[in-house]
């Protein structure tokens, strides 16, 4: 028995522990390892066919801040040659653009230090990510751009993606860490922050299928992603109408990062109330399968009128550009009836549907009334009636209508109006997808500095412990701009890793 618990709880050094696997705890490794740490190990409690954490799942778009649009070609440089007029596509897309986008759609409340890191390193982010995580690069053409004439129009800012998007991009920090010799544990989930009698974190205990064990090192990069996996926390933070979600994501993402801190006196911090609720396919189970990857998303509800149970409107499908809108929206459906909703789309606008529709079967009529007919409507009538109206109130398409950008084409006269993209729904046939909340990431974390290191709720911070990733709390309020994710997480566990790699031991 004495010779048991010895061996549960043997000791072993390194220089870097980063708990998690996704994209920021990856992004961490390799920077602590790139700058000096020989001996970085990676905590991932999933199984190693489930690793990866909520990366595997993106679409792998990556926005960042650039003056020029020649300067994307320095991370996509055959991209002039596989499409005409490349560049005549790409407006601009300064620091002033991309922070002023996360301060309108925070309300003007992500953390003014930590937003002006992101955008200003964010162009460096990517190209780090190329050149050191060795991630292969593309044109996001199916996610961020709509084809006007001979011309790719590009979403602001949302040009370059992950080749084979977030599957790939998980791949291949997984793979440049194997090339590193950064160590990797599977099925290790860390379960408590060690510190020594000065408080400073100096290892990690976790739980694996050979019992407890202890680890210790000179620091502690934490990048084990949010609780939008936990029944229990959504239902506290988030409330109960997001109890109910479907996860689009890994189902390891339990809150353990953030117990862990917080038990040791780490500052929570951000939205708790909040998070990023994408609109998916409501005919998914409770978790969105992994091999489907985020084709799960139903993000063209720009181009339709999107109506819950009861037949009734409840959000302005045009408000923004859906990259603008959709980690809001998704939440909005949620709060509606039974937590679904029906995007109905006519002839007009089914061929701008993003190519992830393609993974449902619509329902489709000649009629309005047809197919309100078919569709679990507690109100058909109120169904029709809503159509009809928002027909009476919208525009007949002309050259007004843009899909490339926000047309100012409203409706005129409804209590709730369209205000972009406020066409006529009157051309069969008519098709009709369901939609509801997936749940994606939770916006509540931890407080950290410009060096990434975790703080204290004495407002001093811990040492030898870092945070990257969905566990930084204060970026996102309420919404969030399409392809920030993912370079929030690189930039952040960047940083943390470069810290945590030169913390003076």
């Not at 300064?94 to 003007?108: K, T």
């Not at 189970?285 to 489907?292: H, L, T």
């Not at 045009?318 to 937590?339: N, Q």
Request: charged share 25%; glycine share 12%; hydrophobic share 40%.
């Amino acid at each position: 028995m004495q010779e048991e618990e010895h061996i549960m709880t043997q000791v072993q050094n390194y220089d870097v522990i980063v708990v998690g696997a996704g994209n920021a705890a990856l992004a961490a490794a390799v920077s602590a390892h790139e700058n000096g740490a020989e001996r970085v190990l990676v905590l991932e409690k999933a199984p190693r066919e489930m690793r990866g954490g909520n990366t595997h799942w993106s679409g792998g778009v990556l926005r960042f801040a650039f003056d020029d649009p020649e300067e994307v070609g320095e991370i996509l440089p055959d991209a002039h040659k596989q499409f005409e007029n490349f560049y005549a596509g790409i407006q601009p897309y300064g620091f002033n653009e991309y922070h002023g986008d996360l301060m309108r759609v925070s309300n003007g409340r992500t953390d003014p230090e930590l937003s002006r890191i992101l955008v200003q390193n964010s162009k460096e982010t990517v190209k780090w990510m190329q050149s050191v995580g060795k991630i292969e690069m593309e044109p996001a053409v199916t996610l961020s751009a709509v084809r006007k004439g001979n011309v790719m129009i590009w979403a602001r800012g949302l040009i370059v993606r992950a080749a084979h998007e977030g599957v790939g991009l998980s791949r291949s920090w997984f793979s440049t860490a194997g090339e590193r010799g950064i160590e990797i544990r599977y099925g290790a989930a860390a379960v408590e922050l060690l510190q020594n009698a000065d408080g400073g974190v100096q290892g990690v205990k976790i739980r694996s299928d050979e019992g407890y064990e202890e680890i210790e090192a000179d620091a502690v990069v934490l990048g084990a992603g949010g609780f939008e996996a936990n029944v229990q926390m959504r239902t506290q933070h988030l409330g109960p109408l997001i109890a109910a979600a479907k996860v689009r994501g890994t189902p390891h993402n339990q809150g353990d990062g953030l117990r862990m801190a917080i038990a040791i006196g780490a500052m929570p911090w951000g939205q708790w109330s909040g998070c990023h609720a994408t609109p998916i396919s409501a005919d998914w189970g409770d978790f969105a399968p992994r091999e489907m990857t985020d084709r799960s998303n139903r993000l063209s509800y720009v181009y339709s009128v999107m109506l819950n149970r009861k037949g009734k409107r409840f959000v302005d499908e045009g408000e923004d550009a859906a990259l603008f809108t959709y980690a809001k929206f998704g939440r909005s459906v949620l709060a509606e009836p039974g937590a679904k909703a029906w995007q109905i789309f006519d002839s007009q606008t089914v061929h701008l549907l993003e190519p992830r529709y393609q993974t449902s079967e619509p329902i489709k009529a000649d009629t309005l009334e047809a197919l309100i007919a078919q569709l679990d409507f507690e109100d058909k009538a109120q169904a029709l009636r809503t159509l009809e109206e928002y027909n009476a109130a919208a525009r007949s398409r002309d050259e007004s209508f843009d899909p490339t950008k926000p047309d100012g084409v409203s409706t005129k006269g409804l209590a709730l109006e369209k205000t972009n993209w406020g066409i006529k729904i009157d051309q069969p046939p008519f098709y009709a997808y369901s939609a509801t909340g997936g749940i994606t990431f939770t916006f509540g974390g931890l407080r950290i500095d410009a060096n990434a290191q975790v703080i204290g709720t004495d407002w001093r911070p811990i040492p030898g412990l870092y945070c990257c990733g969905e566990m930084v709390g204060g970026l996102f309020y309420d919404n969030y701009p399409a392809g920030t994710g993912l370079v929030s997480g690189a930039t952040f566990g960047r940083i943390a890793g470069r810290n945590a790699a030169t913390k003076k031991r």
